[in-house]
């Protein structure tokens, strides 16, 4: 849901829609990477761990990085602000 708020309507569904089915493919992949990484050595459970730790790290990281849209109006959102020189001084 977080990315139909980033831009604009059409590109915000398409881009929800894309996103969401490319996370379910990479989502659906990591109980096999943990039973790879722990195939030889049932009992050591580090690199699965990891590679947990790591794929928070970066589900944390971009939640971070995104816009904030809470209070923004709806006909704002998608607009670039880039070359809005209202607020240079």
Not at 7 to 20: L, N, R
Request: aromatic share 6%; net charge negative; charged share 10%.
């Amino acid at each position: 849901m977080l990315e139909a708020w980033v831009a604009s309507a059409m590109v915000g569904v398409s881009g929800m829609a894309i996103g969401t089915q490319l996370s379910f493919m990479l989502a659906a992949q990591a109980p096999t990477v943990a039973t790879c990484l722990t195939r030889h050595t049932p009992t050591e459970w580090m690199p699965a761990a990891y590679f947990v730790s790591i794929s928070c790290a970066v589900s944390g990281l971009a939640a971070l990085c995104s816009t904030e849209t809470s209070q923004a109006n709806i006909s704002d959102l998608g607009k670039s602000h880039c070359n809005d020189k209202s607020n240079m001084q």
